[in-house]
């Protein structure tokens, strides 16, 4: 067996890097769910995760399953068989979202939109103000349409909502955005939050969560769609009290208890700040050092947890990605469905610091090069250098000029006593 040494550079979209902290958390004796001793920690975890959906009267759930788990208990528990609703697709989330609401039994009307654009608002408005029957039941979004790397403004799209005076749910697909990019559950008023553990969160796979709006628990009770394991009914009854209906996944939980800590120790609005300047050191290395082209074709698309690079014409973006990974260790995201082939991702989300993106880039520019893209080596790199130096959101962390003299000093000192 070949053994790479050193770090995998994991810079796949999902799952993302799983903090130290948080794996040690997760390393737990197994312990009776139904202890007096176990709500204080579930409790804790339904009232902080409020705190990064953004809502006070809002409900989260959480499901042992994947965000696809979440998609389906937010389509079951809201609508009726055969409910006409409204989607847009625009990569592969978005379509596989498009296509498990045909498959559950509703009618959706599927905008198809160019893959590297998001949601209009505009036409939101539109072909809600004209549905005058009021027919249409609810509106799905994906917020980070993470195959492109294209971010949608739900903020405006609950504006056209309401301009239309149409009173359809919102039911938003946040896996790729929750933790990472500005979201407000109750300000953009978003009925149902759909989200899961293995991005921004910075766990492992296997919570899928669940935000509900009054207006959302309130459709619930004459939703009729058949519904099961993901039947909220059933965790309303234990939630309140600190309980599931069934075991819980532990580690998880215990992951997700330390991954909030972290989350608050470095505070929202600062990792959003983060997500934002790192990305916008990858796209300087695209544009820039590399003079290649997002597939995001529009910088109001532009997404802070993930960029799909378009690779030149002739070349596979398969290729760069094999390459990256059995030669550098490096594990970059795959184009899916409709572009595959023609791009790669970088995923910049999570716990990431300015010189693992660094190294990313370094690897990609190699990888790059090795497959025959005609690239200066270096140049994608230093464009990012440049922008994370001219960018320092903390100059308080450099080491001043008298720190430096004072270590140099000690130094000095210790020598002299050898
Ligand atoms: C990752 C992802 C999902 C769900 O993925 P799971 O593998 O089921 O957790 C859904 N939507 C988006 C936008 C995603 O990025």
Redesign the pocket.
Known sequence: MNRIPGRNFLFV??PTNVPDRVQRAMMVAMEDHRSSRFPDLTKSLFEDLKKVFKTETGQIFMFP???????EAAITNTLSDGDKVLTFRF?Q??H??ADMMGRLGLDPEIIDVPWGEGVSPELVHRLLEKDKAQTIKAVFV??????TGVTSDIKAVREAMDAAKHPALLLV?????LGSIDFRMAEWKVDVV?S????GLMLP?GL?LLGMSEKAMAARLKANMKRCYFDLEDMVRNNPSGYFPYTPPLPLLYGLRESLNMIFEEGLEEIFARHHRLAQSVREAVLQGWRLSLCAKDPKWWSDT?SAILVPEGINGAHVIDVAFRRYNLALGAGLSQVAGKLFRIGHLGDLNELMVLGALSGAEMAMKDVGIDIELGSGVAAAQHYLRDTDTEPKRRVSRQEVVYASHSVGSMEGQH
Do not use: R
């Open positions: 979209p999902g399953s994947t965000g696809t788990g979440a998609w990569g989330f978005s596989l979202w994906c917020h980070n349409e993470t195959a697909d946040t896996v790729s955005s759909v899961g553990s293995q991005k796979a899928g993930v």
